[in-house]
């Protein structure tokens, strides 16, 4: 098992501070684990483990819980007297009107509440309201390259780097060996994703609708696109839909964490622009699980990595724009700016000046970035080229 370092260190400077820890992302990312490693941290630290109450709402046993009211009740019944308590409640989505229940538990004094979900929907309209400014979200991502290199059997960092650019950064699918079984297993989380998370939360009729839009959209990551445009190719292959249809259905794919958005800004105009945004999948393995092309478009798949990674490092991330030209990636974070292009090489001369060219023209003093597979160093004019696996592990001179 691998050590979620650092979110387990955002929930040691946040712990015992009078807000709600909500941990979100997409099912089987490692919400719980991070909880297990918390508790464990807590115990060592010399918390009782009567003061700690996990419930899990993926076990049936805590079935008869769902009921907000019935919720309060179990836990109030449990929590020790003058003593800080710790409440972990995993999946809390599933608890209709929840928000309720974590608000009266809030009150308390001697509580610290930390809750999991995997739908970002459990963060807006009414939870918003009732807790607002009291809470602090911690998204969580699948295994980034430099937590996978920490799993016990790698041995080899280029044979780590082909297996977690095939397979992906899902925690246990990482420990599966098994071809067949490893596809399973995410072809479980995909399933339960789109079944439960999305087809009967948002009651879609249409799941073979939904399915063609969620293959569109895994096949063209990097790419630039819009609701009319996904919708338009559809209708051309003989599927009826609209917009609109395609607009929900990515708004809840993006709720349930396995598709990210990244917007377009305008450099020279300093502004964000409203449409043509790209679109990027919460795990590799997924992808290939849909769109099982042997080593087809590298490119895009790396500009996937890198985009989490930069997630993951607490950017902001964008599409940049500069006159006619395209930057990969605008990467901002406490008032700074990093420019990234990504590309899966930059021997060839035209493929170089392709990516260098829109970085140049950028006249501001941020750092900038080319990143690819290459191993020679490729700087130029102050334009830092990194390998894929240097950046990965956070060497960035």
Known sequence: MVKRTEYLEKLKKIKDMQIIKVI??????????????????????????????????????????????????????KLVPDKKNYIFIDEIQEVENFQRAVDSLFIKDNTDIYITGSNAMMLSGELATLLSGRYIEISILPLSFSEYLKLDEIQDMRQAWNKYF????????????????????LMGIYSTVLLKDIVARNKVQDITLLESVVKFLFENIGNIVSPKKIADTLVSYGRKTTSSTVENYIEALKSSFILYKAGRYDIKGKQHLKSLEKYYIV?????????????????????????????RRGYTVYIGKIGDMEIDFIAERNNEREYYQVSATILDENTFKREITPLKKVKDNFQKFIISMDEMNLSEDGINHLNILDFLQNRNN
Do not use: M, W
């Open 24 to 77: 979100t992302g997409v099912r089987r990312c490692g919400k719980s684990t991070l909880l297990s490693q918390f508790r464990n941290f807590l115990i060592e630290s010399g918390v009782l483990e009567e003061q700690i109450i996990s419930i899990n709402f993926e076990d049936l046993k805590f079935e008869d819980l769902k009921d907000y009211k019935l919720l309060y009740q179990h836990i109030d019944e």
């Open 166 to 185: 095939e397979n992906g950064g899902f925690p246990y699918a990482t420990q599966i060996n098994d071809d067949d079984i490893r596809k399973d297993y």
């Open 283 to 311: 795990d590799i393995g997924l992808r290939k699980l849909l769109i099982n092309k042997k080593h087809s478009d590298i490119g895009h798949i790396l500009e996937n990595i890198v985009y989490l990674e930069l997630i």
